[in-house]
């Protein structure tokens, strides 16, 4: 899914609003992803991690000790907000001894799962830490789909028991979904499996490459025309957008700014997709990676006016622009990501059809009418918009 700088939207008070301004203009920690583990217990067609097996003992993982103390660091920060991820997070025998720890340094806590591993007695264990959600993936609204994409016979069937043995702990939950070539034409079911189970309803139209470079996952993004159906379709009426220059200064992607991930071994990234180490925990505190590392300057400087193609482009209210996807494309952190690109042509096709907008209001420059023509003459190409990713 895509990165986590979303920020918990049940805080709501004018104070509370101040503070994150507050925070974002200091450039102030408040959003941390951790991948505890890349152990799986499913082998995912779409995955951008190279998993292990559940089984393996890796050598490098951080221990129990060692993730205390980065979660005493996180907290002298001032961080908000904190998700515990993987691989599958539950494989990790000591989860429940850090989810503990953080729910005593108050953080706003997230676990994601594919479900699998939650029994009775360890949805009481979610429940015991107090997480604001479990979010759960789910691929398909039937074992014919989930299974086939998690290559994991029996997984829906877990996976579907798991958000019923939560709700009843009264654990809120969230059904996650990526939409691909395999499940799009589940949306609605997959909308209303949610609504049956009593989850919120969250998905996400981004495939991202292997951090290794492999395209495989790519194979299975949705193409163009998918797109714009999708758009067509939800969209919703007063939906409207016009051409705006960006103002001088505004940044189009906020990495680097209030966020970080650490991996299993303690590296630190500045978000999912933008797989640059900016340290590693082992050999410095979270606090002076944050300060010092020299990536966070580099990030910093990535304004609009920095970014010679987005800085002019007229579909920057319809784009989402993703620095990390435009440096595994094109390996420049200026360049204009193709999928976002795409997804701003196809956000507008549907407006123009719908009649909320003008081709006047929405104009294309070179880059995006040759992007536009690429599309509409090879519909399948969508399903490698990024097809000229560099090789990490």
């Known amino acids: 899914?895509?990165?986590?700088?979303?920020?918990?939207?049940?805080?709501?008070?004018?104070?509370?609003?101040?503070?994150?301004?507050?925070?974002?203009?200091?450039?102030?920690?408040?959003?941390?992803h951790w991948e505890l583990t890349h152990r799986c217990n499913e082998r995912c067609t779409h995955c951008y991690l190279d998993v292990q097996p559940p089984q393996m003992h890796p050598t490098d993982e951080l221990t129990t000790g060692e993730c205390l103390r980065v979660l005493d660091q996180m907290a002298a920060l001032g961080a908000l907000y904190l998700t515990l991820s993987g691989g599958e997070v539950l494989l990790r025998r000591d989860w429940q001894e850090i989810a503990t720890a953080a729910h005593a340094h108050r953080f706003v806590l997230r676990i994601f799962t594919n479900g699998l591993a939650i029994t009775p007695a360890v949805a009481a264990r979610l429940a015991a830490v107090h997480p604001y959600a479990v979010e759960i993936s789910v691929y398909g609204a039937d074992a014919a789909v989930h299974d086939a994409i998690t290559r994991r016979a029996g997984a829906f069937t877990r996976t579907r028991r798991a958000f019923v043995l939560l709700a009843e702990r009264g654990v809120r939950t969230v059904l996650k979904t990526p939409l691909m070539a395999d499940n799009i034409d589940q949306f609605d079911a997959l909308r209303a499996l949610a609504a049956e189970l009593g989850a919120t309803f969250r998905y996400d139209l981004v495939l991202t490459p292997k951090r290794s470079g492999d395209r495989t996952p790519l194979r299975h993004a949705l193409c163009y025309a998918d797109l714009v159906e999708h758009y067509r379709r939800t969209l919703p009426a007063a939906a409207s957008a016009f051409a705006a220059p960006h103002a001088p200064g505004c940044r189009l992607c906020n990495v680097g700014h209030n966020a970080l991930v650490i991996t299993p071994n303690g590296d630190i990234y500045p978000?999912?997709?933008?797989?640059?180490?900016?340290?590693n925990v082992r050999r410095a505190s979270l606090q002076?990676?944050?300060?010092?590392?020299?990536?966070?300057?580099?990030?910093?400087?990535?304004?609009?006016?920095?970014l010679t193609v987005c800085a002019?482009?007229?579909?920057?209210?319809?784009?989402?622009?993703?620095?990390?996807?435009?440096?595994?494309?094109?390996?420049?952190?200026?360049?204009?990501?193709?999928?976002?690109?795409?997804?701003?042509?196809?956000?507008?096709?549907?407006?123009?059809e719908r009649g909320l907008a003008t081709p006047n209001e929405l104009p294309l420059t070179v880059h995006l009418t040759s992007l536009k023509t690429s599309l509409e003459t090879k519909p399948m190409a969508g399903n490698t918009a990024l097809s000229n990713i560099r090789r990490a």
Do not use: F
């Open 1 to 32: 899914m895509s990165s986590e700088n979303t920020q918990i939207s049940h805080h709501s008070s004018d104070s509370y609003r101040t503070l994150l301004a507050q925070a974002r203009r200091q450039r102030r920690l408040l959003s941390v």
């Open 271 to 279: 978000c999912l997709e933008l797989p640059m180490v900016a340290g």
């Open 288 to 306: 002076t990676i944050w300060e010092e590392a020299p990536i966070w300057k580099t990030l910093g400087n990535l304004h609009a006016d920095k």
């Open 312 to 352: 002019v482009c007229p579909l920057g209210s319809l784009c989402h622009r993703c620095h990390g996807l435009a440096h595994y494309e094109h390996g420049d952190l200026h360049a204009p990501s193709t999928i976002h690109c795409t997804l701003a042509l196809a956000r507008r096709q549907a407006l123009l």
